[in-house]
């Protein structure tokens, strides 16, 4: 199993920055991927980004050049810096991570963007 520890959401003006960390229980060698999901309300869950074990990222094509995902292996954690907030990003932001084909999740992260 894999437990997930997250961090750093709040409430931010537009264009505001936020960073958040997610603490897994394992090392990334152990595990395929990590990445950041969110869900807005009456919304599905939709990936964000996502890294690998050797380190290959992916953006959904809204957030790419607005959030980088980064890891620091010796802190087991991941970190997304989110710049340039827009209102439309609110949501619960969940940390996920792939251990074999399960997927764990953390308990997610609320991020409020105000106009």
């Known amino acids: 199993q894999v437990q997930l520890v997250e961090s750093g959401g709040g409430l931010v003006q537009s264009g505001g920055s936020l960073r958040l960390s997610c603490a897994a229980s394992?090392?990334?060698?152990?595990?395929?991927?990590m990445g950041w999901w969110r869900q807005a309300p009456g919304k599905q869950r939709e990936l964000v980004a996502s890294?690998?074990?050797?380190?290959?990222?992916n953006y959904a094509d809204s957030m790419e050049g607005r959030f980088t995902i980064s890891r620091d292996s010796a802190k087991n954690t991941v970190y997304m810096q989110m710049n340039s907030l827009k209102p439309e990003d609110t949501a619960v932001y969940y940390c996920?991570?792939?251990?074999?084909?399960?997927?764990?999740w953390g308990q997610g992260t609320q991020v409020t963007v105000s106009s």
């Open positions: 890294i690998t074990a050797n380190g290959r990222t």
């Open positions: 996920a991570a792939d251990l074999g084909v399960i997927r764990y």
């Open positions: 394992r090392s990334f060698s152990s595990l395929s991927q």
